[in-house]
């Protein structure tokens, strides 16, 4: 199992940036695939980008080119670099394995990202 704890969301004006961190603990972390998700008020959560274990990344239509999933796993981190952010990036942020709970992890408290002006 992995347990994760999500930081780095904050309120930002549209163009600014923020860089999300995902701590995890667990055994398997340096074996699986890591994904930051997103829920946006009235939305369904969404995958927005992906890692594996080796570090090829997928991304989301919505934010390719704008954010970079990246990860340190002799850190048991993954991050989340997000630049030119838009006011369609508010949602609270969350971290999890890909496929979602895998080998029992299951979501955490996320972290709030609010574009505003």
């Known amino acids: 199992q992995v347990q994760l704890v999500e930081s780095g969301g904050g309120l930002v004006q549209p163009g600014g940036s923020l860089r999300l961190s995902c701590a995890a603990s667990?055994?398997?972390?340096?074996?699986?695939?890591m994904g930051w998700y997103r829920q946006a008020p009235g939305k369904q959560r969404e995958l927005v980008a992906r890692?594996?274990?080796?570090?090829?990344?997928v991304y989301a239509d919505s934010v390719k080119g704008r954010f970079t999933i990246s990860r340190d796993n002799a850190k048991n981190t993954v991050y989340l670099q997000m630049n030119s952010l838009k006011a369609e990036d508010t949602a609270v942020y969350y971290c999890?394995?890909?496929?979602?709970?895998?080998?029992?992890?299951?979501w955490g408290q996320g972290t709030q990202v609010t574009v505003s002006s």
């Open positions: 667990g055994a398997i972390f340096n074996r699986v695939s």
């Open positions: 999890n394995t890909f496929p979602i709970n895998w080998g029992g992890t299951s």
């Open positions: 890692i594996t274990s080796g570090g090829s990344t």
